[in-house]
């Protein structure tokens, strides 16, 4: 019931989330890169379905904006108008790296522009980098989930079965991992690595220094379930009756860690989210022109940013809500782990 | 011979006999300096922001900004700049004469002038203060501008107050080297730099009493972390035309703010008086309510700042770096130089970076600098057509997916350096690379802590291109001898030089010395103007934009005449004074 509720609500829409931003390239209007020069700091476009004069338009429609000569300041020009078009040919886009095309859900024909949620200091498209940005951030997030997670129970499985020496020696790496001073070890990392680095190397290499980083957690809950089941009376039946270790790792110890699991995924992936983010917003992250989230909100670094132009703040808003999300999974998925019969 | 005597400043004051009159029988009338500045009334204190504390008030030692802005106020030199006329003015020397060969200087020095302790000022200081700053063992920060002609100056004392200065050869800008050069106080300096010590003292921890200098104000406490006060010199050399004694104001407080963002809440909450340089984006937000708040913003126009896109031209003789000696090939071939200059649009810089407080550049010489700048150059020119031309008749080819190749085939990548707290120097290299995109060049822009930076660029050269500025401190171009001379030490894009590598640099570093030898104005003129020629088609740096000089200041504060030359706001900070409220 509530428990369900809570459960699946928040998974449906980190899963609509997720799929929108894999499909970015459709549904942004513009390439994330694309600088309208014109247009730094234009406020998010309003879409009309009245005109000014009071006309109903069923395709709505967005003004032009006139610049009185002032950096940044705008006005709609109510005499010049653009109906807002769907399914419109423009900058040429990838899914996945492997359908390429140039259809975009909307968007307005030049000379109009539609920011939906305004645009920054160069005059791209805060929404298109939005999306675009979700797939660096959404995904650094949940691959660098992955990766510390295996390790985490591949070494804290290894640790809890094994024992003795292999124990100590795993456990005492995850203490000295924990103990490390990461982020000034990140910055004095950023020093030593080559300056060429392509925006997906430099990606990899993100996940990587994450998902590294973050293994010793899930590895000693994984060793303290596995340290438990493995002295557990069916386990040590099944060990009289001949059973293989592979087996009864695969068939009895390790089914047992599925909750942990799963719980340490939905707190991990958020928490991974924000140090990409933070990584960008110190400058350590993907470089510009890629749109991360940490990128678009280092832009609020700047005092006049911050005070003058209120769209700046909405992606880190937005950001807000999708990591709420899923700490309200991971709250619902310990519940029920809790509540389960293991 | 040809003599310069400043008339206006000749006038002696009328000096008040009260109890001082034995003192007078002594040294003689004090001559001092009447200033031109509206007549003030004194009192009052001034609180600025410093970036960060001083690193020492030794002017001998002091290389950091902080540093200099704080001991400036503490002391005075033979001959200044005025920030606001950009011409040379008296200031310790009352007059001085030139010989006819133009090698000889013999100044006057005011009489009855003291230190900020009461201890006389002669010559025999001044003679001191040279000996100290040529001494190679103190290694000062002024020798190498002393140095003229391969050859230290000569410094000899005629009697108590005539000195004269012998060159090796004639120096075109000879009396602008005077300029901020501090005269020292013999009697506390003698000993310790007799004992070699000099170097370290006048530290943070130096006791009031125990430093004295020439300027309008004095050492009175440094709290570590938090302020440095200076207070009013009563011993000053200048009064106003009504015959009051400088400066008006009480004290100068300097608070230590480290960021600009900072600096500028403090300034709108009415706790500091004046900013000394914002950005334009602070300028656009304090703007609003200028008035409201009582203060007024200046935009001085472009200032002697350069920004430029700096291509790594050094030699790689060890073979370390492979990669970068690839990509040199581009960089030192002209015609890529031209067509990435002329791809990149500096009116959106100018507008996007700097909100339209910048002029667009191609040329070290800025729009600021009135006296010197080739009028006759063609302005920067913004081309898509023409660059792809320039690569084109280069030897460059487009691949069918619109990369640039280079004639082996090789694409053509870079990354460019740019400092990572400096946003305009980032965004700057976000819109180059936007900029070169099109042209089917890969940019990488790598933001990066401007030490590792700086590292980079003076020590290892690793590095392709990099973001950086460089501002004079003075309009002269022999201010800008060591960026130009091709053995010089600021010339960044190839530095260690033993001989010029290219017959254009040979042709720069022959020009700028016959400039600085040369006597005849006119002259001089054409020879910097043939630099500039050269530069502007040569390239060695992409000159992009030359940012305004923004400044802001309570309403109330009188005689503020902030100038595009280093310090902006407190160069006149003798004059300043609060006008009485009403």
Redesign the interface.
Known sequence: MSLSRTFVVPLAVLLLLHFVVVLAGFIAPYDPATQFRDHPFAPPTRIHFFDSRGGFHLRPLVYLWKSNGEFAKYEADTTRTAPLRFFLSGDTYSVLGVFHSSLHLFGVDEPAHVFILGSDGYGRDQFSRFLFGGQISLFSGLLAAGLSLGLGLLLGSAAGYHGGLLDALLMRTTEAFAALPWLYLLLALRAFLPLHMSPAQTFLLLIAVIGMLGWGRAARLVRGIVLSAKERNYVVAARGFGATEWYLLRRHVLPQTRGVILTQAAILIPQYILAEITLSFLGLGVAEPVASWGNMLSALQQYSVLTSYWWMILPGLLLVTVLLRYYILAQSLELRVESSPY | MRAIVNVLFRKLVAFICFPSVLAFAVSGPEEFLVTKSEPGTPGGKLVIAERSEPKTLNPITALDGPSRNVIRRMIADLISINRSTQRSEPALAKSWTISADKRVYTLKLRRGIKFSDGHAFDADDVVFSFQVYLDEKVHSVQRDLLVIGGKPIGVTKLDQYTVRFDLSKPYAAAERIFDSVAMLPRHLLEAPYKEEKLASSWGLDVAPGQIAGLGPFRLKEYVAGQRIVVERNPYYWKTDSKGTKLPYLEQIMYLFVPSE?AQ??RFEAGETDILNRI?A??F??LQKNQQMRGFKLFDLGPGLEYNFLLFNLNDDTTGRLP?TARHQAWFREQKFRQAVSTAI?RN?IV??VY??RAVPIILQVTPGNKLWLNEVLPKPEYSLAKAKALLQSAGFRWKSDGRLVDAAGQPV?F?I?AS?SN?QR??M???I??DLKPLGITV??????FR?QLDRVLQTH???AAIMALGSGDVDPTAEMNVWLSSGATHLWHLGERQAATDWEAEIDRLMQMQESETDPRKRKLEYDQVQQIVASQLPIICVVSPNILVGAKAKLANFQPGILDHYTLWNADELFWQPSR
């Open positions: 963002d500028v809440l950005s984006e602070n656009a937000v990669e649009d959106a507008k996007l909100q339209g990548e990354s350096l990572a946003a980032k965004q290299a976000t819109l690379q936007a990488q822009v790598v933001p990066m802590e590792a690793d590095y392709d």
